[in-house]
């Protein structure tokens, strides 16, 4: 392809360098005609192109190979630096497409990053949801319980104290069998669980109960003063004191373990007699220790 190129412009340098030569050939002809005075017209004159043209056109040829050498070089060299720039866009062109490989995959790596931790987001968020309805859950329980506990402790609140008289001064007895006796000075009924119209103490709750009594004794010869603690018709513990004149009295108590509804109450023993005046000789007490 060169090569005919190449040779295709030759023969055109060469017909343009031969019309060249011609026209100077016979221009000067013409100026040495009328330098010498001659007559002979100009369209007489018949110029010899062959005296000339040779040399001219060897010349015209050797600038032209010349030149033509010059622009194979050149070319070369064009080509050579235009190889030389292929290469290089195309490494430059690969190191783009490897980097974009690259960011594209850590882009991936990112999305797949960024979804764990979204899905890690969503778990941590619905374990805070079921912690705060657990929580909420466990509050509500433990505001009931408060209240529970609330209204247990105003009912293990149960403690009472009373004497046996509200006035006056009296003493009750001798009588021939066991009598119970009703405490109507009540000077302390926590929980309302001792009933001064009966005597009768009856448990709210199962637990362990403490009871104290007294009673109080003129000395009288042939009777004696006691008391006993009876828990559901059961006697448990006696107060009792026997002496012949003077004031004496006799104390005794007892920690009880009862269920709900079983009655405590105190009997005056049989053939004994029990003094009680303003002065509260003769008291009845319990209260809840704790309940079981």
């Known amino acids: 392809m060169e090569l005919t190129m190449f040779f295709r412009a030759l023969l055109l340098i ?5 019309s060249q030569l011609q026209a100077l050939t016979h221009k000067e002809l013409i100026s040495h005609s009328r330098k010498n005075g001659s007559q002979v017209e100009d369209a007489e004159i018949v110029p010899n192109p062959q005296q000339t043209i040779p040399q001219d056109i060897n010349t015209v040829l050797r600038e032209l190979i010349a030149s033509v050498a010059g622009l194979k070089v050149e070319t070369k060299y064009l080509q050579r630096d235009h190889e030389a720039n292929t290469r290089e866009l195309k490494d430059e062109l690969e190191k783009v497409k490897q980097l974009y490989q690259a960011k594209t995959e850590e882009l991936d790596k990112l999305k797949q990053q960024h979804q764990v931790q979204t899905q890690e987001l969503d778990k941590v968020k619905q374990q805070h949801q079921e912690d705060l309805i657990n929580f909420k859950s466990r509050a509500n329980i433990t505001e009931n319980q408060v209240e529970t506990l609330k209204k247990e402790a105003e009912v293990k609140r149960v403690a009472f104290s009373a004497s046996l008289l509200a006035s006056g001064s009296e003493t009750l007895g001798p009588f021939n069998s066991h009598v119970p006796l009703i405490f109507r000075h009540v000077v302390t009924n926590i929980g309302n669980a001792y009933n001064p119209n009966t005597g009768f103490f009856i448990a709210p709750l199962r637990g362990a109960y403490h009871f104290a009594f007294k009673v109080g004794a ?19 513990f006696i107060a009792y004191e026997h002496q012949v004149n003077g ?30 005046n303003t002065n509260h000789h003769t008291t009845f007490s319990g209260h809840l220790l704790f309940t079981i």
């Open 14 to 18: 060469c017909s343009l360098s031969i």
């Open 218 to 236: 003129n000395g009288h010869s042939s009777h004696a003063s006691g008391a006993v603690l009876v828990k559901n018709g059961e006697h448990i």
């Open 247 to 276: 004031f004496g009295s006799s104390a005794s108590g007892v920690t009880l373990l009862l269920e709900i509804g079983d009655v405590v109450f105190l009997r005056q023993w049989q053939n004994t007699r029990i003094y009680d």
